[in-house]
């Protein structure tokens, strides 16, 4: 699987996967993500390359998609599939608020802090905004998260969406006909 790119999974692989995304995806999904992975993996290295994600017409077209890639970057597949298994349908709302805080977690040190927020923004907006826009927008961000240290732990970012609120990460799984 992992160095040893093979075309097939075998099904104690397939099982194995299966278990360690804690059931997100199903035996017939991970085989069709599996083929889209080699697919993906044009240097056949066991891993996808950031040019191999800027390939992707929809992903190089995202204004995140540095940040994207810096996420997704030079992962295997087991690692790939741990990473989508946020955005199934079966992963839960902490799993998605978790995905969504370390996306926004630049520098991986367990706070979004507000240069953490003004980078994903900036790279969001782009110069559609000023430096005083943003840090307006920013002050508002961090004070109605009720953060009075500048930045958020996980347990305060997950406050900031209501218990009732529904959001959604889910993509749609494609079919062996649309790789």
């Given at each position: 699987m992992g160095?040893?790119?093979?075309f097939d999974l075998t099904?104690?692989?397939?099982?194995?996967?299966?278990?360690?995304?804690?059931?997100?995806?199903?035996?017939?999904?991970?085989?069709i993500l599996y083929k889209r992975f080699l697919k993906l993996d044009k240097d056949k290295k066991g891993f996808i390359s950031p040019e191999e994600l800027?390939?992707?017409?929809?992903?190089?077209?995202?204004?995140?998609?540095?940040r994207l890639v810096?996420?997704?970057?030079?992962?295997?597949?087991?690692?790939f599939l741990n990473l989508l298994s946020a955005?199934?349908?079966?992963?839960t709302k902490e799993e998605k608020l978790k995905f969504m805080f370390?996306?926004?977690?630049?520098?991986?040190?367990?706070?979004?802090?507000?240069l953490d927020l003004e980078h994903v923004t900036r790279q969001r907006v782009g110069a559609s905004m000023t430096e005083s826009e943003l840090d307006k927008v920013l002050t508002r961000v961090l004070?109605?998260?009720g953060s009075k240290q500048e930045r958020l732990d996980f347990a305060t970012f997950c406050k900031c969406f209501t218990e009732g609120e529904d959001f959604s990460l889910d993509v749609e799984t494609l079919s062996d006909d649309d790789i």
């Open positions: 160095q040893g790119l093979s099904q104690d692989e397939i099982e194995d996967l299966e278990r360690g995304c804690s059931w997100k995806f199903s035996q017939t999904d991970i085989q800027l390939a992707i017409p929809e992903f190089s077209l995202n204004p995140l998609a540095q810096s996420i997704f970057e030079n992962v295997n597949f087991k690692d955005f199934s349908p079966k992963a370390n996306f926004h977690d630049v520098d991986g040190d367990g706070y979004i802090s507000r004070e109605e998260s």
